[in-house]
């Protein structure tokens, strides 16, 4: 079946940096929308970005501006290019995606997570 490969995260200091990458893999025909979603310590997880299989992408109000969310059809990976970093930023970031398989159903996947930490 379809896996989500996760990579990018690691620790920052507030107003820097990072770019995330999530790859599906797998007997994939084509990947519907991809997202990115993010949940920190004692909160609920929350929708970060999300972008469609056309290109076009939609933000939560807290990164709007400073995140950018991207995609590569042909890699079926997705981005998300994370800048002016807040300690507020600090969570397991993790990606989504509606897959369609070569074989098999169509389905919802969700990567295993990435942690993000912003702190000087």
């Known amino acids: 079946q379809v896996q989500l490969v996760e990579s990018g995260g690691g620790l920052v200091q507030p107003g820097g940096s990072l770019r995330l990458s999530c790859a599906a893999s797998?007997?994939?025909?084509?990947?519907?929308?991809m997202a990115w979603y993010r949940q920190a310590p004692g909160k609920q997880r929350e929708l970060v970005a999300a972008?469609?299989?056309?290109?076009?992408?939609n933000y939560a109000d807290s990164v709007k501006g400073r995140f950018t969310i991207s995609r590569d059809n042909a890699k079926n990976t997705v981005y998300l290019q994370m800048t002016s970093l807040k300690p507020e930023d600090t969570a397991v970031y993790y990606c989504?995606?509606?897959?369609?398989?070569?074989?098999?159903?169509?389905?919802?996947?969700w990567g295993p997570g990435t942690q993000v930490t912003v702190s000087s």
């Open positions: 797998g007997s994939i025909f084509s990947t519907g929308a």
């Open positions: 972008i469609t299989s056309g290109g076009s992408p």
């Open positions: 989504n995606a509606d897959v369609h398989p070569r074989l098999g159903i169509r389905s919802n996947v």
